[in-house]
């Protein structure tokens, strides 16, 4: 019914795929996000970057539901993100996680933020590309954006209870 998805880069441990699980027990309809816990090695660059992330998630979605679009860390319910990527193909490097939690929360299915240790090993492998991935999440920001203003009106309702 659902899919753990763990970045291969070191960064999440496996000992929290119970906590995620839990939670997609509690709420089987809703794509279970990482909130990251960092520990004292995250790189400052990589903070910012996050933020202005969430900033243009929380814009796209007229919702401060995400709060970690990049987490590498994350439990989606299988046949809602099945249906989606086959009605619409998302990024395929940095921009997809982004842009999948973005598409759900456009298609109805609320983000819940599971609670995550995210830590930066020394000597630690990055397939992060500093220029490329960085103009293509802004080009995702970018898209979404326009995206986003027809589906304000029913976006803003449903944060405000009413119908979405």
Known sequence: THVVQLDADGQHSTADIPAFLAAARRHPGAQLL???????????????????????????TCSLEIADPLCGMRCLPLAETLRLLERVPCGDRMEFDPELSVRLVWAGIRAVNVPTRVRYPEG???????????????????RL?????PRSPRLLARQLGGPA
Do not use: C, K
């Open 124 to 142: 630690g492998i990055s397939h992060f590309d500093m220029l490329r991935d960085n103009a293509r999440i802004s080009w995702l920001h970018t």
């Open 34 to 60: 990482g909130s990251p816990i960092y520990d004292d090695a995250v790189p400052v660059a990589r903070r910012y970057g996050r933020w202005l992330s969430r900033f243009w998630v929380w814009v796209e």
């Open 145 to 149: 954006f326009f995206q986003m203003l």
